[in-house]
């Protein structure tokens, strides 16, 4: 079954700011304002959950790719909504473009690419790894 995936699908993932997903917390900064790896983890999602209800039982996507900036601080009590655009499908490869706001401003944007697996082709091959195989 070939995924149905179109340019132009659109995702939303959002996360209030705590101690969890700061800099300090995330070992990315020494201040605590929302973390650099929690802002593309969430962009990540938002991608990622956008085209899953769209690809084959049995697959999923994993991120190859990103480039982004983090332009504006977030401090603990705000909450972040990142969002994703598909707009480049390349056989198995997506593009996203993404971006993320806090409650007062744009935080950061970027591109980001997915690449569609097996699930479970992909975790045997990744288990292969530990056997050498």
């Given at each position: 079954m070939e995924p149905s995936v179109k340019i132009g699908i659109k995702g939303e993932a959002k996360t209030a700011v705590n101690d969890k997903n700061t800099a300090i917390a995330h070992g990315s900064g020494g201040v605590p304002v929302f973390a650099t790896p929690a802002m593309i983890a969430l962009m990540e999602n938002a991608a990622l959950s956008s085209v899953e209800p769209?690809?084959?039982?049995?697959?999923?996507?994993?991120?190859?790719?990103?480039?982004?900036?983090?332009?504006a601080a977030t401090p603990v009590g705000m909450e972040v909504?990142?969002?994703s655009e598909l707009v480049e499908i390349d056989g198995k490869r997506l593009?996203?473009?993404?971006?993320?706001?806090?409650d007062?401003?744009?935080?950061?944007e970027g591109t980001?690419?997915?690449?569609?697996?097996n699930s479970e082709k992909f975790m045997k091959r990744t288990e292969a790894k530990k056997t050498g195989g």
């Open positions: 769209y690809l084959p039982e049995g697959h999923t996507t994993v991120g190859i790719k990103i480039s982004s900036s983090h332009v909504t990142a969002r593009v996203f473009r993404v971006e993320a706001y806090d007062a401003d744009k935080i950061g980001h690419e997915r690449f569609i697996i």
